[in-house]
């Protein structure tokens, strides 16, 4: 095994020291949104990509054959352009002052279901060698999954604002199917033909079943949480600290699977003569 790919194998694992404990805490204190059958809630998405990472994604859109200097520039001319038009320098932008709110954004990953144990893994199939698959397919299926950032306002039941009770509004992570997806586009295409967009609107979250998730989503009008500028840099502040806990599950190396399933060969050989039934006699005289 190779220096780097042998960094790579422990880069996930955890000790005992305070920032390891508040790391093996933070992502499993995450609450994550699920409906409530026979209720609707109201809901913005918040996520959001950097100027830079969105001019970028466009202009690669646009034009496929742009270098990667070319990439470069145009993600540099975006910073400027934002850095400029607040009376800032590039260095001076906040992470919420460097973000695009014209379109929301969602992260894309599929996943394994290993049984006990494994629980959920993201997929490392294809990414490796033939070999390397084959341990991969020794799980279920993968899966394909979507997540998102949520606002969720406080609410009754029909999804109609409690303005007594708003001050618990909370941010929630989002994880649905492919179908759920392409529901969400749909919507998001009606309101592109109506000149709105997704980004800048409230949305109504229906509930038709909990235990599959099945969620139905509709426009209901201009986004709460934009209609205060104050509000706003507030719940933006605390939505770019989930940016990073967006896909719920663990990445795992061929090799930490391969030791999970029980299909490592690797070892000393001191070791594998010991499994292998030898002398113990010598190992037990300090014992």
């Known amino acids: 095994m190779s220096e780097e790919n042998l960094y790579e194998e422990y880069e ?48 690669r859109k646009k034009s496929p054959g742009l270098s990667k200097d070319e990439l470069v520039k145009i993600g540099e001319k975006a910073l400027a352009d934002r850095a400029e038009s607040l009376k800032k320098t590039v260095d001076q932008l906040t992470a919420v002052e460097r973000l695009d709110l014209t379109d929301v954004h969602f992260k894309k990953f599929t996943s394994h279901f290993g049984g006990e144990g494994i629980g959920y893994t993201l997929s490392r199939l294809g990414k490796g060698t033939a070999e390397e698959d084959e341990v991969w397919k020794k799980l279920e299926p993968p899966k394909t999954h979507f997540s998102t950032l949520l606002i969720i306002y406080p609410t009754n039941r029909k999804g109609e604002i409690d303005k007594t009770n708003f001050a618990n509004w909370t941010i929630k992570p989002w994880r649905f199917s492919s179908k759920r997806y392409d529901l969400i586009w749909k919507v998001n295409m009606g309101l592109v033909r109506n000149g709105a967009s997704i980004a800048d609107q409230d949305l109504l979250l229906e509930c038709k079943d909990d235990k599959f998730q099945q969620i139905e989503p509709s426009a209901d009008g201009p986004a709460t949480w934009r209609k ?23 990445e795992m190396t061929t090799q930490q699977l391969r030791e999970k399933l029980g299909l490592s060969s690797g070892g000393s050989g001191a070791v594998q003569d010991v499994a292998a039934g030898g002398d113990f006699t010598e190992l037990l005289d300090n014992v």
């Open 12 to 59: 996930s694992d955890l000790g005992l020291d305070e920032e390891d404990r508040k790391a093996a805490k933070s992502d499993s204190d995450i609450e994550w949104y699920k409906g409530q059958k026979g209720k609707t809630d109201r809901a913005s998405i918040i996520y959001f990509h950097p100027v830079n990472v969105a001019a970028v994604a466009k202009a």
């Open 228 to 250: 205060s500028e104050k509000f706003k840099q507030i719940v933006l502040d605390k939505a770019v600290g989930f940016y990073d806990k967006l896909v719920p599950f663990r």
